[in-house]
């Protein structure tokens, strides 16, 4: 029997497989671009009203004719984001020299107050997703930040693919880790988090004297190769 935590040296034999990824950068041009970027949101939102609610949110083709130039430099810094996430995950499977394209294939706003949230669920139609946060508002900063009844205020929770094994199923010492499924992404001006599509995630209900107001996006990546999958067994 091992002394609790186990203690072990050189050479463990054991592999940690299949990470997940997600990304979090702030964008250094924050402070200048965001305030255009909610005159921007709040003017659209007043040329096209849409049903009354808690959550204004634009459609995912919004910005596609449209000239912008703070707008533009958020598009190239999620791009260059992407790109480096996607870089890096498939570093052992890109060819040298490969061209790689990166392309938004929807990309939209939301505003949203009076306790706006958004259920548990996933992006299709993409390999990466992201949220960024353009106005925080009263969003919670930490762990310990939670509004009167103990919940998080407009916090991102992203799910691990190990919530699908724990309803119903055994649990002892020795599956203990499984219970550290979730990842919670605290909302600040200027935060960019790109996330795989097929990640499971919901966001806390908002309440806030200031607007919640992020931008959220799709994005695919291509290259000048043809894509083939090794269906082999070798």
């Known amino acids: 029997m091992a002394d609790s935590p186990a203690q072990s040296g050189g050479d463990s034999g054991i592999q940690k497989l299949w990470p997940v990824s997600i990304l979090t950068r702030h964008f250094a041009e924050h402070a200048r ?32 004719n449209l000239e912008n130039p703070a707008l533009a430099s958020l598009k190239k810094f999620i791009l260059d984001n992407v790109f480096a996430v996607a870089a890096e995950v498939n570093a052992p499977y890109w060819k040298q020299g490969m061209q790689i394209d990166v392309k938004l294939t929807g990309m939209w706003f939301q505003i949203s107050n009076d306790a706006g949230f958004h259920e548990v669920h996933v992006h299709g139609n993409c390999s990466w997703s992201g949220v960024y946060y353009v106005q925080s508002g009263d969003s919670s900063r930490d762990r310990g930040d939670t509004r009167a009844n103990g919940m998080l205020n407009g916090v991102t929770r992203f799910y691990g693919p190990q919530m699908e094994y724990l309803a119903g199923g055994h649990g002892d010492r020795g599956n203990y ?58």
């Open 177 to 234: 880790y499984l219970n550290d499924h979730t990842y919670d992404c605290y909302p600040r001006d200027g935060k960019l988090c790109v996330f795989p599509s097929h990640l499971k995630h919901m966001v806390f209900p908002y309440q806030g004297k200031q607007d919640r107001i992020i931008v959220s996006f799709h994005a695919v990546v291509d290259a000048d190769e043809e894509l083939r999958y090794g269906y082999s067994f070798g």
């Open 33 to 64: 671009i965001n305030p255009q970027l909610v005159k921007l949101f709040r003017e659209y939102r007043r040329a096209h009203p849409r049903a009354s609610g808690s959550v204004y949110a634009s459609p995912d083709n919004f910005a596609e």
